[in-house]
């Protein structure tokens, strides 16, 4: 294509000189015959100069043909263009298919410009951060204006991932993190690490009480220790000491107890250890073993309207119905009647233990069976809890498809109930 007008470049002017040079020597007019022809020339140059500053506006429409050397400049660049369309295509289908990937991403994925415009984003962007398609060709900072996230776009720390509260939900953590793709765009991720700060306080909580509660007991055990190791001391005085250290060591030995099967619960599933397990004879057994700690007899009564057996695991079940049971002796005035009972409730099975003791004020019972809690902190540990004993009494029941409701008046006492899916008892 370009030789052919090569040489139609090279013909018209030669041509046009040869014919206006015989005309001028025939004439004997040879100056005005050649000025004629540069007119010509001239004005041919004008008319392709006009037909290309027309084709310029739609430059990426194929350029006219022409006679002259216009073509020969503006067909490269022509082409060029039309090269560049070609790679600009293909770089936005990619640039797209890329994006439809992070839409699977649960984390905000935001795609910057060299300047810090937003080119892209996924669903969870617009979702956790509020944004949305109108958004894209504004700044990231100008469009979330918290004063921390806005230092972090500008100041390309890539390194460090800033933890920022949400500038549209105040209780709402998130953590942003960029990173450079190397095209000269920065991909910005912002995750919600509300739960993730939750648990970690909650396990520095659990931590710091753990330790807490260890340290009273060991105090204890330590300092009859060195009474009893004083040659100083009354000989009578330290052997005394010797089934004084019976109480601290119960405790500490009931606290490690718990603390595995918490953690046990924790990390084992339920499903395979289920067998049809009879909550009546359980209960009876349970009440049986207590006997000897309770402080009257008959302070117990057990109410079983059916023999049912639930699917469940035995050893649980039994840590469930000793655990409501002795905080119900406990919690209850010396001599106080304690019922235990499995009755039928609509589909399920309904174990409860009412007592009348001293109850519980309203503003505690959604935390009751949370670690460590107490609702009078001396004078329960004073009656020998572990301040577990409903944790796990929670977790068990989870892994039974129940939970536990309480219900309770304060100075009347309280009832603790949870329901089970029943098997009919063959
Ligand atoms: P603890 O080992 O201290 O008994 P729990 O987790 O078993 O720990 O119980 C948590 C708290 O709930 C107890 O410290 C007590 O304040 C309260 N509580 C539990 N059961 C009863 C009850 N039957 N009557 C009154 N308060 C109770």
Redesign the pocket.
């Known amino acids: 294509m370009s030789a052919y007008f090569a040489n139609k470049l090279r013909v018209v002017p030669i041509t046009l000189t040869l014919i206006s040079a015989t005309f001028g020597l025939w004439l004997g007019e040879l100056g005005w015959a050649l000025f004629l022809a540069s007119l010509v020339w001239i004005f041919i140059h004008t008319s392709e100069y006009r037909k290309y500053l027309q084709w310029s506006r739609h430059p990426l429409k194929r350029p006219p043909n022409g006679i002259d050397r216009w073509f020969l400049l503006i067909y490269p660049l022509f082409r060029s263009l039309q090269r560049e369309r070609g790679r600009t295509r293909d770089m936005t289908k990619r640039l797209r298919e890329i994006l439809r990937l992070t839409e699977v991403i649960p984390d905000a994925v935001i795609i910057l410009t060299p300047t810090g415009d937003i080119e892209g984003m996924n669903d969870a962007a617009r979702k956790l951060l509020s944004l949305s398609d109108r958004d894209v060709g504004l700044g990231l900072a100008t469009v979330l204006r918290n004063p921390d996230f806005v230092t972090f776009i500008r100041e390309n720390q890539l390194e460090e991932p800033l933890e920022f509260t949400s500038p549209f939900n105040a209780g709402q953590s998130l953590e942003a993190r960029r990173f450079d793709t190397g095209n000269e765009r920065t991909i910005v991720l912002v995750r919600d690490i509300t739960a993730l700060n939750r648990l970690l306080t909650m396990r520095q909580n659990f931590v710091a009480n753990v330790s807490h509660e260890l340290r009273t007991p060991l105090t204890v055990v330590a300092g009859y220790l060195e009474t009893m190791l004083d040659e100083t001391q009354d000989a009578e005085l330290r052997l005394s000491l010797i089934s004084r250290l019976e109480t601290p060591v119960k405790r500490l030995q009931n606290l490690v107890n718990d603390l595995m099967l918490l953690t046990q619960l924790e990390s084992t599933s339920s499903k395979e250890q289920k067998r049809p397990v009879n909550l009546a004879k359980l209960v009876e057994t349970c009440v049986q073993e207590l006997s000897p700690l309770t402080r009257t007899t008959n302070q117990i009564s057990i109410i079983v309207e059916d023999e049912v057996l639930i699917p469940g695991i035995d050893t649980e079940l039994q840590s469930v119905c000793f655990?409501l049971l002795t905080?119900?002796l406990?919690?209850?005035p010396e001599g106080n009647p304690i019922t235990i009972s499995v009755k039928k409730h609509h589909q399920a099975v309904r174990l409860s233990v009412k007592?009348q003791?001293?109850?519980?004020a309203p503003e505690?019972l959604d935390r009751?069976?949370e670690r460590f809690?107490?609702?009078?902190l001396a004078g329960?540990r004073s009656?020998g809890?572990?301040?577990?004993?409903?944790?796990i009494v929670k977790h068990i029941l989870r892994r039974h498809g129940s939970e536990l409701n309480i219900q309770?008046t304060l100075g009347h006492g309280?009832t603790?109930f949870c329901d089970f899916e029943s098997i009919e008892a063959a």
């Open positions: 655990n905080n119900a406990r919690y209850s007592d003791g001293y109850g519980i505690h009751l069976t809690y107490r609702v009078d329960a009656r809890g572990t301040g577990l004993g409903l944790a309770s309280s603790f």
